[in-house]
């Protein structure tokens, strides 16, 4: 079956904008990552689901970032009034289950996002 | 600090030699990845160690768990120029609810032909 995907690949947005960034996880995966990678960084964690709850938004940045995953499947990563400093690269991942802390996590190409 | 700290940050040998990458963490994990990454996107998962073992092989790759010493090494056996990518160690934190993953800054690998 087809693995994680995230749209848009690139986003080049203005300071101030808004901006959604889609993730697709692979069918049947009831758990949902979101990190965030800086340039010559490690990913960091952002937020991860379980079904369509957030059970654990610890690291989200600040109130301007959100995100939604309404039927448990597609999740939405939502930032409000773009910084520079949003510029990464923003990766989602989805694992079979969450409650085992054995599974793995599979990760989608992501999606770059340039705040001018 | 951040936990899964990699060393050594780069490394760089001829196609056919070994490479070894070691990674550091500091809580009590119910288990270890190891990811490649090429060119700063979509991370690739390569094995998965859990804390009660104590090495575990994949094709080229071994990977060794020292709980006590809260240290892991990824060994790439053999290497070749497609292995050129970043490699990134992530924790499991015991600690923390679900499988949050915690990752090191990564070893970039060079292998030359």
């Known amino acids: 079956g087809a693995g994680v995907s995230q749209t848009p690949s690139n986003k080049v947005t203005e300071k101030g904008k808004y901006v959604e960034l889609r993730c697709d996880p692979i069918?049947?995966?009831?758990?949902l990552y979101w990190y965030r990678q800086s340039l010559g960084q490690g990913p960091e964690f952002l937020i991860y689901f379980q079904g369509t709850g957030a059970a654990d938004d610890s690291g989200l940045p600040n109130d301007r970032f959100f995100a939604v995953r309404p039927e448990g499947s597609v999740s939405t990563l939502k930032i409000q009034r773009t910084e520079r400093g949003d510029s990464a690269v923003y990766l989602c991942?989805?694992?079979?289950?969450?409650?085992?802390?054995?599974?793995?996590?599979?990760f989608g190409p992501g999606t770059r996002l340039t705040v001018l | 600090s951040q936990q899964g700290e990699e060393d050594p940050q780069a490394l760089s040998i001829q196609e056919g030699e070994n490479a070894t990458m070691n990674c550091s963490y500091k809580t009590s994990i119910n288990n270890l990845q190891w990811y490649r990454q090429n060119s700063g996107r979509g991370l690739v998962h390569l094995i998965l160690i859990r804390s009660n073992e104590r090495e575990k092989h994949s094709g080229r790759l071994r990977v060794t768990l020292d709980t006590s010493k809260k240290s892991s090494s990824l060994l790439i056996t053999a290497s070749r120029a497609a292995d050129t990518a970043s490699y990134f160690c992530?924790?499991?934190?015991?600690?923390?609810?679900?499988?949050?993953?915690?990752f090191g800054e990564g070893t970039q690998l060079t292998v030359n032909p």
């Open positions: 991942a989805s694992s079979l289950s969450w409650s085992t802390g054995t599974d793995t996590q599979y």
């Open positions: 992530a924790t499991d934190d015991r600690k923390s609810h679900g499988s949050r993953l915690t």
């Open positions: 069918s049947g995966h009831t758990a």
